[in-house]
C-alpha cells in the first residue's frame, strides 16, 4: 500500500508522507480554497481545492479509519490482489468531492488509477458512474470507506445547495453559505456549496467585516447611531474590507444604508419588513436575508427583492446522499 502515515510496519511506505501529512493543526487551517478572496462570492467563478490540503484532510482520515492496519483486508486479500470498484449513484444528487474521494485511492498506492466519467457540479441519476478505480484490491478496499464518507458529505451539501438556487431561479437573489461548517471541513463545504451553484459568503473572522448585534450592543449610546460607529471604526481599520451590518429593525436598516455599509444583513424580519426594508435602502448597499430560511419560504424571501438570502443548512443540517462502491 502507499503512505499515508499509518504506523504499520506491514503497510510498506508508511515513512516520510506519513509525517509530512501528519502536521500541525494549524497548518490544517491553512489551505483554504484558492481564489476564494473578494466580494460575497463570484458563482461563475468555479472555485478549486488546494491539492496539498486534499492530501492532508484525506490523509487524516485515513489515519483515523485504518488506524494500525486494515486487519480484514490483511488477512483475507492477497498483496497481488487485483481489482476494479465503480463509484455508482444511487439517487439523484449533484456530485461535490470526487477528486477528494480519488485521493483517499491514490494515497494508498501509486498504482491505483482513476477513470473519471464526470465532474463536480454536475446533476447525476441513480445508475450513473462517477469514477472507476482500477489497482491493488487492498488499497482499494481499505481507502473504500474514507473515500465515499468524503463524496457523500460533500455532495449533499451540493445538493442541498443546488434545491435552494433553482428554488429562486428567475429573481436576483443569491443563495449564499455562512460560517456554520463542520470544524476544520469549512473549506471542503464551501467548495461544495460553489458545486451546488451557491454563493460562499466569508470564508472566516479575517475576509470580511460583519457587524453583529452584539457587537452593537457594545457600542450602545454611540453617536450619532452604533450602527454608524461601528461602520466609521471598520472603514478607518480595514479600508479594503467589505462590510455588513446587521440590522433587526428598520430604524438600523435606515442607519447601515447612510452608513456607507456595502450590505445590509436583514434579521429574522417578516416579507413585509424585507420589503420595506429594500424599498428603504434603495439601492444604497446590498441587502440580505437571514434567519429561519426553509426550502418552502426561500422563494416568497426572494421575491422580496434582497440581493442575497443566506442559509446555515446549506453546511449543518445536509445530509449525506448515496453513492456506493461496487466491484466488478
Known sequence: MGS????NARHETCDSKGRELATGCWQLLSGWLLEMRGSAGNRDAM????????????????????????VTTLACIPPDAEAT???????????AGIEVAA?????????????????????????????TVKGPARAILSAERVALNLVQRMSGVATLTRQYVDRVEGTRTRILDTRKTTPLWRDLEKYAVACGGGTNHRQGLWDQVLIKDNHLAALA???????????????????NLKIEVEADTLEQVGWGAESGADVVLLDNMSLAEL??????????????????????????????????????????????????????
Open 85 to 95: 470498484a465503480q463509484m455508482n449513484c444511487r439517487e439523484p444528487l449533484v456530485l
Open 103 to 131: 485521493e483517499a485511492f491514490r494515497l494508498l498506492s501509486p498504482n491505483v488509477q482513476i477513470e473519471f466519467t464526470t465532474q463536480d457540479g454536475t446533476r447525476m441519476v441513480p445508475g450513473q458512474t462517477a469514477m
Open 47 to 70: 472555485l478549486k481545492l488546494d491539492p496539498v490540503r486534499i492530501r492532508e484532510v484525506v490523509g487524516a482520515a485515513l489515519r483515523e479509519d485504518v488506524g494500525t492496519g486494515d
Open 275 to 328: 420589503r420595506e426594508a429594500v424599498a428603504l435602502v434603495a439601492g444604497r448597499c446590498q441587502t440580505e436575508a437571514s434567519g429561519g430560511v426553509r426550502l418552502d419560504t426561500v422563494r416568497a424571501i426572494a421575491d422580496t427583492g434582497v440581493d442575497f438570502i443566506s442559509v446555515g443548512a446549506l453546511t449543518h443540517s445536509a445530509r449525506a446522499v448515496d453513492l456506493g462502491l461496487d466491484f466488478a
Open 4 to 7: 499515508f502515515g499509518c504506523g
Open 221 to 239: 449610546g454611540a453617536s450619532p447611531n452604533p450602527v454608524a460607529a461601528a461602520v466609521e471604526r471598520a472603514r478607518a481599520l480595514y479600508p
